[in-house]
């Protein structure tokens, strides 16, 4: 039986591409990195900040720390939350579950930048652990993040079900014996979900028929 339900938070929960992508944008045109198109940004969803900002660190001569460079991002980012809205369908499975799940965010994105949104979109104390990329030492696809929130949340992988919408994200839970759901948006379409136990279009198909075929169907992982 399914009995929890692990959230990626960018691009899978709420829509925070537009925001990290303005943020990181006015922050190394600020540095004087040079023009950062959006098209550059896309390869980096899936990633985390510390990719962005080492990249950059490297390539374009910026002279400041990957902690320097992030702080001065989330900063700016942080101004922009309020503006941050769920996808479709994601506050309803959160209300129709919550008395049968457990509720948790495992994301590259920091600590705080999580809390902040589901404080934002009033959703944040239906949630039993936010696991933030800050917290671990390795990035998805490792499936560090999965295992810290598994053991966090204190429910077995095998009745975990996690949300994600990369190929990174997806391998990671899948890496921690975690079934993984695929939510493509429009950015991630064309990754690679070949491991996803089931690919839905948005939350509105998370339903009982679908948790019940999927503890039926057998998780290669």
Not at 12 to 24: G, I, M, N, V
Not at 70 to 98: H, N
Not at 186 to 207: G, K, L, P, Y
Request: proline share 3%; glycine share 8%.
């Amino acid at each position: 039986m399914i009995k929890a339900f692990i959230f990626d938070m960018d691009g899978t929960l709420a829509d925070t591409e537009p925001q990290h992508y303005r943020a990181w944008r006015e922050i190394l045109l600020k540095n004087g990195a040079g023009e950062f198109s959006f098209e550059t940004f896309l390869t980096y969803v899936g990633t985390s900040n510390e990719k962005v900002a080492g990249d950059h660190i490297e390539n374009t001569g910026i002279t400041k720390s990957v902690e320097q460079l992030i702080r001065e991002k989330q900063e700016l980012y942080l101004e922009m939350i309020p503006e941050i809205q769920l996808f479709a369908g994601a506050k309803q499975v959160i209300e129709t579950y919550a008395d049968r799940m457990t509720f948790a965010v495992a994301s590259s994105s920091h600590h705080r930048e999580l809390t902040e949104i589901l404080r934002s979109n009033g959703i944040f104390d239906f949630f039993s652990s936010v696991i933030g990329g800050d917290m671990v030492n390795r990035r998805k696809p490792d499936p560090e993040i999965y295992l810290k929130t598994v053991d966090a949340i204190g429910v077995p992988a095998g009745s975990c079900l996690a949300f994600e919408d990369s190929t990174h994200g997806v391998n990671a839970a899948k890496n921690a014996q975690v079934r993984g759901i695929a939510i493509p948006n429009e950015f991630t379409r064309n990754h690679d979900f070949s491991r996803a136990d089931r690919m839905i279009t948005s939350f509105h198909d998370v339903n009982d028929e679908l948790l019940q075929s999927l503890m039926e169907g057998n998780s290669g992982f």
